[in-house]
């Protein structure tokens, strides 16, 4: 989106009222594109304007035509479409925006009416593109570190990688989330104003538009959430006192897992964490963490495709708590079973495995004072047993 100066394609068969708009519009520092017909509308929506005002009753295409083209092409999709006609019935509305425009401006329209919701729908596509921006960042970024503890299996690295992480996105998560809440002062102050101003049979169609608006806004307050969850998640990694213990939920530290390899189990691979939601254990949250991070990453490796499911449960029996973690893959036959805890073994491509994801699994249960063994094959998946105190 433009940062300054915002582009607006105005769509209209009738040139006085494209110039009409273009007057209230150019008056509030927005550049201005024309078109007078759907075709020349499909052209220069090409060059992504910010926002399109887009006539419904037009001779060669109607606005609802342009409309779905415009959405069913990748690259103008994301472009906010408000029409612009003299329908005012609530059928002709929902089908316009069933199509996939976000408001609907009656004719003839008021001036300040219509710049508060262009400048409410700016402020919205604003904000999804910098969320965009951020989260994509942010994958990639956890992506890129989460390979590197995957295959090098180096823990001393993941407190730096964390903390540096935290650092680059505290900012922007700041910022998105002041946003937020300068938009919903906003849309408050916009509602305020036309419902002061319109007249009372209009009233109804704006309670219906602002709702849609609430949409909008609540999608970016839950992906801003889903960004300090992950967050979260690597503080905790980055900590001064992040190698000493602390009494925790046993279920925080593979909820730390799951989210430390979301890149990975979005795609076809379901995670099922059965543990107690009250129980718990005294542990080093991080260390533990990447006991659940190694046999995960194991396990979809030994999925066909990369698609199947990893079970984790645990029992409490006196002062220890048994874990179980169960997958769906191509197991691990039992002539590999006692040699898969040793430094450096791995029956995967020398490209895929270091032989330490395994090794640093027992290296950090038999830190806590625990045992970790495998199951007996029986043909599908591999299901470690886990028996931790819980004290240490």
């Known amino acids: 989106m433009s940062s300054e100066t915002p582009i607006i394609l105005i769509v209209d068969d009738e040139q006085l009222n494209r110039k009409l708009i273009e007057a209230h519009l150019v008056s509030r520092g927005y550049t201005v594109w024309e078109a007078e017909s759907g075709s020349e509308a499909l052209q220069k929506a090409a060059q992504i304007p910010d926002l399109i005002l887009l006539d419904v009753m037009m001779p060669e295409a109607s606005g609802f035509e342009v409309c779905r083209s415009l959405k069913e092409s990748e690259a103008t999709r994301r472009i906010p479409v408000i029409y612009l006609s003299a329908l005012k019935d609530s059928e002709s509305k929902v089908r316009g925006l069933e199509l996939g425009g976000v408001d609907f401006v009656s004719k003839p329209f008021n001036g300040p009416e219509l710049l508060a919701r262009i400048k409410a729908h700016l402020t919205i596509r604003r904000q999804e593109e910098e969320l965009g921006r951020y989260a994509k960042t942010l994958e990639q970024m956890v ?39 300068l938009i919903k002062m906003f849309r408050d102050d916009v509602e305020t104003f036309l419902l002061k101003h319109l007249q009372e049979e209009q009233t109804a169609g704006l309670v219906k538009e602002m709702a849609e608006f609430d949409t909008y806004l609540a999608q970016i307050e839950e992906g801003h959430k889903r960004i300090f969850q992950v967050a979260d998640t690597l503080r905790a990694y980055s900590r001064a006192n992040g190698e000493g213990s602390e009494l925790c939920l046993l279920a925080d530290p593979v909820n730390d897992a799951v989210r430390l390899l979301q890149y990975r189990v979005k795609h076809g691979v379901s995670i099922e964490n059965s543990i107690p939601s009250d129980l718990m254990i005294f542990c080093n949250r991080r260390k533990l963490s990447q006991v659940f991070v190694n046999l995960f990453s194991n396990a979809i490796d030994a999925m066909v495709d990369q698609r199947g499911s990893i079970e984790v449960e645990a029992v409490a029996a006196g002062a220890s708590v048994e874990i179980r973690v ?13 040699k898969i805890f040793d430094p450096f073994f791995t029956t995967k491509a020398e490209d895929k495995g270091t032989g330490l994801g395994l090794f640093i699994v027992k290296s950090i249960i038999d830190e806590h004072g625990g045992k970790i063994g495998l199951a007996k094959f029986c043909g599908l998946g591999a299901e470690f047993a886990i028996e931790l105190p819980l004290s240490l």
């Open 143 to 181: 992506e890129d570190r989460t390979q590197q503890l995957i295959h090098a299996d180096r823990l001393a690295t993941v407190g730096t990688f964390a903390a540096a992480i935290v650092h680059e996105i505290n900012n922007p998560l700041t910022i998105i989330s002041a946003g937020t809440e």
């Open 326 to 338: 169960k997958d769906s893959g191509a197991g691990i036959p039992d002539k590999d079973a006692e």
